[in-house]
């Protein structure tokens, strides 16, 4: 005979039942029609519906409870960025799915749903705009399940996510940040020319301190990071590091300071500092001055370690200088133009000389075109 097998909630205890009921007879089906079986058993009994989970969780721990556990004493270790951003998941995603649900309930088929239902969620942009959410954006709401729900649970999981098309960043050419430069005065140029020529990630060149820089001996030291205009430590531990200045930066950074001894390199009006709203709004402005494409402040920082790339400055200079963790992190901020491909091309030939050169046989090229 074939038998079923399930587990039943039984109130007022954290222990299920097991039960065993009988199918039919192995001769008169197979095992795909026993379990097709049982499966309408089950709901027609009701055990696999949402309604009869929560029934039953009156006295088991649900993923809204484990959620607020987790909030307050996990989410409180990680960066405000992160405390933000996670925090939005949890509220806009997961506890509206699986709040009301016992944390047992949450398996990988019910998560693995979860993911195709959020592949079709479309959120609002300003103007009534549409727009689908992206893989990343997935990959992280789940990633923020998992945080909550502990590895024990998720180990053997086997989820599907849809795959992130191939969009190369937008980075800024050497000659389109000379042209942000020039268009730009005062706290604006130091600014821009400190982003490109550094790499500075947005939020440390906001905090940026007097005190940071020497300028007699053409360093600058990172050791902080401005977030919603807070002053935290930097974004990893590589980020608190030492970059050595060119002499034009020195002089664009000499000229910005004049006299002062303290207080911030950038800064408003009010002595606050700077957001990355009102700066991404001033270079929005400036690059369509320019007619140049549109692009954000990171484009500085991969256009900064392409150029460093290009130059074949040493890898481990470029993690020190730039603040990566490993040359992986690197090679995915480095992008080359095609002029600068057409001539490591020309300069990497077998035959340098071209056409005219006494090692070029015409015979062979012609061969070879055959």
Known sequence: MWHGRYYVDVPNQDKRRKVSISLGSVQSMKKPEAKRKLRTLLEEIGLNADSHL???????????????????????TFKPSCQEAMGSHLDKYL???????????????????????????????????????????????????????????????????????YKEQRFFTPEEMRQIIGAVKGQWAALFATLAMTGLRAGEAFGLHVEDL?????????????WNGQELNTKTKRGNRTITLDPALVQILSGHIGTRT??????????????KGNVRRKLREVLTKLKLPLGGLHAFRHGRVSVLQAKRVPGDLIL?????????????????????????????????DGPNGPNFDQSQANTAGA
């Open 214 to 226: 020497n300028l007699l001996k053409a360093k600058i030291t990172v050791r902080r990071n401005v």
């Open 54 to 76: 929560e029934r039953f969780s009156a006295n088991a721990r649900t993923f809204k409870d484990e959620s607020k556990w987790w909030r307050e004493n996990r989410l409180v």
């Open 95 to 165: 506890i509206p799915r699986f709040g009301s649900l016992p944390v047992g309930a949450i398996d990988e088929r019910r998560v693995q749903e979860f993911i195709a239902d959020l592949i079709r969620t479309e959120y609002v942009l300003p103007k009534g705009r549409r727009r689908l959410l992206s893989p990343k954006t997935i990959r992280n709401i789940v990633g923020v399940l998992k945080q909550v729900l502990g590895v024990k649970v998720w180990r053997d999981w086997k989820l599907s996510f849809p795959e992130s098309p």
């Open 262 to 275: 303290t207080g911030r390199v950038f800064q408003t009006r009010a002595g606050t500092p700077f957001s």
């Open 320 to 352: 020190e200088w730039v603040g990566h963790s490993n040359l992986n992190t690197t090679s995915g901020y480095t992008h080359f133009d095609d002029e600068f491909r057409k001539q490591t091309a020309n300069e990497t030939g077998l035959f340098k």
